[in-house]
């Protein structure tokens, strides 16, 4: 595909999505474009928010491992690394090419953002990670034409008991894609702790999609899915 076709894929169009096969074509062919394209000209400043938020909530200081779901580019682990320093980050991502570019972004030590990357279809049994991590977080990934409930409660599994979930979720596709049902059961089924909400933007003032919201929620997990 050219640089111009590269070019025109926008936001509708990872809507569009409906199979994990569907999710890699659309990522092969904006991978290299998809920082300066989507993420820096549309103001994107969801991954920012959602690591400040996570930053809040856990420990600082300790070398937490964290696991980033869908960490696509690496934009979420970049700012994540500048809060939480000790932090060791893993990332996974359906997209090998979206991965490739994660495998660049360094800390501001100039170490790698990312300690292990993995290829990975998050709509299948999870096999790389089992109870491994303290936190997971993710941003633009449970989500429609993305992942949806069903995988989010499949991810409890890579958490340990008493880690901590940090997940955005588009607010439009919260209740109407099912998630807030699953959370809720999740909840009634002693899997998570009761979830806390914050509501923010995904992109800044100047974006054409200024105004979009998020809920990010945020949950321990008491037991494995």
């Known amino acids: 595909m050219t640089d111009d076709n590269e070019s025109s894929i926008n936001l509708e169009d990872a809507y569009a999505l409906e199979t994990p096969q569907d999710n890699r074509a659309l990522y092969r062919n904006w991978a290299s474009t998809y920082d300066a394209d989507f993420a820096q000209r549309n103001k994107y400043v969801y991954p920012k928010s959602i690591a400040t938020i996570c930053a809040r909530l856990v420990d600082t200081i300790s070398p937490l491992n964290i696991l980033d779901i869908g ?24 997209s090998p090419e979206m991965l490739n570019v994660a495998s660049t972004k360094l800390r501001i030590d100039a170490k790698p953002v990312y300690h292990q990357l993995f290829e990975a279809d998050l709509t299948e049994p999870i096999s790389f990670a089992n109870a491994k991590y ?92």
């Open 71 to 94: 960490c696509g580019t690496g934009i979420v682990g970049t700012c994540l690394s500048e809060l939480l320093t000790a932090g060791i980050i893993d990332g996974v991502d359906i």
């Open 134 to 225: 303290d936190v997971a977080i993710s941003a633009g990934t449970f989500t429609h034409g993305h992942l949806g409930p069903d995988a989010l409660i499949n991810a409890l599994s890579v958490v340990r008991p008493g880690g901590r979930m940090v997940v955005g979720i588009n607010k439009e596709h919260f209740s109407a894609n099912g998630f807030q049902a699953a959370l809720q059961k999740a909840n009634e089924s002693q899997q998570i702790s009761t979830p806390t909400f914050s509501e923010v933007q995904i992109y800044d003032q100047g974006s054409p999609h200024y105004g979009d919201l998020a809920l990010v929620t945020s949950f321990l997990v008491l037991s494995p899915a």
